[in-house]
Structure formats: C-alpha cells, structure tokens
C-alpha cells in the first residue's frame, strides 16, 4: 500500500514564528499535495506539485509556501505563523493526475498556533 | 465557494443498519467523484471512485452516481461499529482537465452497537 509519512505530527508554533511541515512518499508518485482540515470546512487544497522543483497554488494559498526538492518531499512552509493557521495539515500523493486517480493521504499533522 | 456539498451532516444508525450518505456538485464540469473515509485520528482513506452513471459496489459499500443532476450517494449495508467515521465526497473534472479533486465538509457516522 502507499505509503505517505508526515513530521512532526504535532507541533505548538509561536505567532510569527515560523513553522515547517514535511512530508515524504516512497509511492514513486508524481503528484503530491497539502490539504488543511477545519471543522465546518472539511479538507482545502493549500499547494501541489506534479513535478521536482515545481508547485502549484491550490485553493487557499495565502501565507503558505510550498517546496518539492525531489519527488520523494514536499514541505509546507508557514513564514508568519498566525493564530488562523490553527489546523490539521494533510499530505497526499497521487500516482497521475488527480481528476483520474486515488489520493493516498498521510496520518497529518495538527499544528497549534500560540 | 464550497463547490461539493454533502448531506446530513452527522448519521446514527444502528449495527446492522444500512447508512446512506449524499454529495451534490455545484459544478457541472465535476463529474468525478471519491469517497474516502476517516477515522478518528488518521488520515482519510479512499473507499471508492465512481466515474460513471449507476451502481458501483464493492463489499458493503455501494456507490450510486446520477451524472445529470451531479448527485452521488453511498449506501453501506449491514453497518458495523468500524464503520463510524467522517465520510468525505470528493469531486474532480473528467481526466484530461488535470484539476484537482475538492472535498466536501463531510458527514460523520455513527453506527450504535
């Protein structure tokens, strides 16, 4: 099965400090994504990437930044962290474009700004 | 904009039940569709795609696609206590487009022993 590890999976950040979030995949997918889940709002696309050295803006891109060294990593990168950046954080992998195939989500990571 | 939308919100039903779960799109470029589920504490897990109008099932689970109103439901017969989590709707446009799949806010179920 796919397998999509995330660290730290859980995490106390200072407002304004600055927060990274990783993860890795041993899938060999191309695609991987960040998720965040709120009650109320269910799961919303922060950034993806289909390839190394490249991400996308999903639909809530604001104050993240994200970084794909390889195919294995991608990371989620919070500059400023800010009260409202409360959540839990998914990563997902696909192995082809994500309107044809099944994403396979790590175990998140739940991050708690202070 | 929440673009899938899923109904009811929460779910009890009783072990042994059948639980039956909705999700609309108000797009009508999504035609796609995933269920996942999630337990408490985990990440979600896909359960089942449906690209198609009509029935798919798998096991207890089946999943029941209407392409022209964009309605999807799942129907999980002869319901166990393991089956109590947060089930999500995802939905995407057709395979060529590249989009990604968007999430519903979820309904939870509970199944009662």
């Known amino acids: 099965e796919a397998a999509v590890t995330q660290s730290p999976r859980s995490k106390v950040a200072v407002t304004g400090g600055k927060v990274t979030l990783s993860c890795h995949q041993t899938?060999?997918?191309?695609?991987m994504y960040w998720y965040r889940q709120d009650t109320g709002h269910g799961l919303r696309l922060i950034h993806y990437?289909?390839?190394?050295?490249?991400?996308e803006k999903g639909d809530i891109p604001d104050g993240y930044k994200a970084s794909r060294p390889s195919q294995e990593n991608f990371s989620l990168i919070l500059e400023l962290a800010s009260l409202s950046q409360t959540a839990v954080y998914f990563c997902?992998?696909?192995?082809?474009?994500?309107?044809?195939?099944?994403?396979?989500f790590g175990e998140g990571s739940r991050l708690i700004v202070v | 904009q929440q673009k899938v939308q899923q109904s009811p919100e929460s779910l009890s039903v009783p072990e042994g039940g059948m639980a039956s779960l909705n999700c609309t799109s108000s797009?009508?470029?999504?035609?796609y569709f995933w269920w996942y589920r999630q337990h408490s504490g985990e990440g979600p897990k896909a359960l089942m795609?449906?690209?198609?109008?009509g029935d798919k099932k798998e096991g207890r689970f089946t999943a029941h696609l209407n392409k022209a109103s964009l309605h999807v439901s799942l129907h999980i017969r002869d319901s166990q206590p393991s089956d109590s989590a947060l089930y999500f709707c995802?939905?995407?446009?057709?395979?060529?487009?590249?989009?990604?799949?968007?999430f519903g806010t979820g309904t939870k179920l509970q199944v009662v022993p």
């Open positions: 997902a992998s696909s192995e082809g474009r994500p309107s044809g195939n099944t994403l396979y």
């Open positions: 899938n060999n997918h191309d695609y």
């Open positions: 990437s289909y390839v190394a050295d490249s991400t």
């Open positions: 797009d009508r470029n999504f035609q």
């Open positions: 795609s449906i690209f198609s109008d």
């Open positions: 995802a939905a995407s446009e057709p395979s060529n487009s590249g989009t990604y799949q968007r």
